[in-house]
T-cell receptor, first 109, second 112 residues
């Protein structure tokens, strides 16, 4: 089993709609979690950090379920500029960042 | 500089050639990571440094891959006798305390 699993998508979302997707992780020792977004042919950029049960930043909400070992990301009022691949990254106790393969989101007009 | 800097941005190598990829992390950042990203895939972990110590190199795909960070700042990823399957984007990231990491723009390696 991969350490980090994500639905590759694509999630096709009408502009203004809400989209949510999950990431499951296998390492129960993971201390904190991050969501990165990656645009085509660009480097990953940090979107949100998740340290406790969840975090909200504007239109983005991340929730952590330690018992079931998954993190979710919800995007409200989707914008065209939200089209990207979203990468889930658990941070383990050894300091290693393991990336999922990413979930592609396509926001359509 | 303000961010992580990688050079060269693009590298074309003939099969069998050795290449060296450079990463200048954000000043003062303790942790440094190297990742390999193939088209359509997420970044795959290669290796990780804390200061000059290479704590984990479990992701290096073969003994042709070697990374170093001798003074705990700049890091070099070296690939010997490049093969076509080495073609990918090589990403470097640095982190102040092993927490949030910031990426360079990557080096796109094409082996022909």
């Amino acid at each position: 089993r991969k350490e980090v699993e994500q639905d590759p998508g694509p999630f096709n979302v009408p502009e203004g709609a809400t989209v949510a997707f999950n990431c499951t992780y296998s390492n129960s020792a993971s201390q904190s979690f991050f969501w990165y977004r990656q645009d085509c042919r660009k480097e990953p950029k940090l979107l949100m950090s998740v340290y406790s049960s969840g975090n909200e930043d504007g239109r983005f909400t991340a929730q952590l379920n330690r018992a079931s070992q998954y993190i979710s990301l919800l995007i409200r009022d989707s914008k065209l500029s939200d089209s990207a691949t979203y990468l889930c990254v658990p941070f383990d106790s050894w300091g290693k960042l393991q990336f999922g393969a990413g979930t592609q989101v396509v926001v359509t007009p | 500089g303000a961010g992580v800097s990688q050079s060269p941005r693009y590298k074309v190598a003939k099969r069998g050639q050795d290449v060296a990829l450079r990463c200048d992390p954000i000043s003062g950042h303790v942790s440094l990571f190297w990742y390999q990203q193939a088209l359509g895939q997420g970044p795959e972990f290669l290796t990780y440094f804390q200061n000059e110590a290479q704590l984990d190199k479990s992701g290096l795909p073969s003994d042709r891959f070697f990374a170093e960070r001798p003074e705990g700042s700049v890091s070099t990823l070296k690939i010997q006798r490049t093969q076509q399957e080495d073609s990918a984007v090589y990403l470097c990231a640095s982190s102040l305390d092993g927490d949030r990491a910031f990426f360079g723009q990557g080096t796109r390696l094409t082996v022909v």
